[in-house]
């Protein structure tokens, strides 16, 4: 496979990850929602991108008790999910931000609906 298959090949299994699908059958998918999503410090970080696009700075700032490993460690493993999109600028030092994709605008229902059941049980 030539370097313009291998990359044209890894630009549609990225879009891919835009386009939602359409079930036919609804299966148990809440083990797959929970990998996609990641760990602890992930719903923290949609809480904050669901108010706009955001430099890292900017997340480390908001969510106090966070260290920048585990920042980087949550979106990195929200971008290879296809949660969120991270955008580098060309500055100095490098400038780089963070935005939800269709698919991770796609969770604000479901995190204000925790939201909802906390302040309702606890």
Request: net charge positive; proline share 5%.
């Amino acid at each position: 496979m030539s370097k313009l298959e291998s990359e044209q090949s890894s630009a549609i299994v990225q879009a891919s990850n835009y386009i939602p699908k359409q079930p036919t059958h609804i299966e148990c998918s809440i083990e797959k929602t929970l990998d996609a999503i990641g760990g602890k410090w992930s719903f923290l970080v949609l809480r904050e991108l669901f108010g706009g696009t955001k430099r890292f700075g900017e997340l480390q700032k908001r969510i106090k008790s966070i260290s920048p490993k585990s920042l980087t460690e949550t979106l990195r493993h929200l971008e290879e999910q296809g949660v969120l999109e991270r955008t580098a600028y060309p500055t100095v030092p490098v400038t780089v931000e963070y935005t939800l994709t269709p698919k991770g605008q796609d969770l604000h229902q479901i995190l204000k609906a925790m939201k909802l059941w906390a302040a309702k049980w606890s």
